[in-house]
């Protein structure tokens, strides 16, 4: 194998490590845009409605769930719109500390799925009272 050879599979299997544990930035970026979706069309499920504004919808959330719950949606709602629409947020916002925007992106991924979980189960506990009323 040559050199030239033996750098492109490095690479490749460089990318592709990062794309199996979520690590590039680019895949922790779709994860949260993807994780804060699913809690939103739970959310819109639970709520009964459809929204085109993500700040009503926190507000009729927050006052459907309370607050506690709320702060989970709101804290991946903020990180997403850094991952969708700010391409330099690592540099501005983490000092272009791409490990200390890896950190806070797990951890509210965590917070994203502990979120989808709990409104799930709320929807679910609706769900069987209309059931039995």
């Known amino acids: 194998m040559?050199?030239?050879?033996?750098?492109a599979r490095l690479t490749l299997a460089?990318?592709?490590?990062?794309?199996?544990d979520?690590?590039?930035?680019?895949a922790l970026r779709d994860s949260l845009s993807r994780s804060y979706?699913?809690?939103?069309h739970v959310g819109c499920?639970?709520?009964?409605?459809?929204?085109?504004?993500?700040?009503?919808?926190?507000?009729?959330?927050?006052?459907?769930?309370g607050d506690a719950l709320g702060r989970k949606v709101e804290e991946?709602?903020?990180?997403?719109?850094?991952?969708d629409?700010?391409?330099?947020?690592?540099?501005?916002?983490y000092g272009g500390e791409f490990a200390e925007f890896r950190r806070k992106a797990r951890d509210v991924l965590k917070l994203g799925e502990e979120a989808y979980?709990?409104?799930?189960?709320?929807?679910?506990?609706e769900s069987r009272h209309e059931g039995n009323g």
């Open 2 to 7: 040559d050199a030239a050879e033996r750098e």
């Open 14 to 20: 460089q990318q592709l490590r990062e794309s199996a």
């Open 22 to 26: 979520h690590s590039s930035e680019q």
């Open 37 to 40: 979706y699913s809690i939103f």
């Open 45 to 65: 499920a639970l709520l009964g409605k459809g929204f085109g504004d993500h700040k009503q919808f926190l507000r009729d959330l927050k006052s459907k769930v």
């Open 76 to 83: 991946l709602q903020n990180l997403r719109i850094q991952a």
């Open 85 to 93: 629409y700010e391409f330099d947020a690592v540099r501005n916002r």
């Open 117 to 125: 979980l709990e409104l799930r189960s709320l929807l679910d506990e």
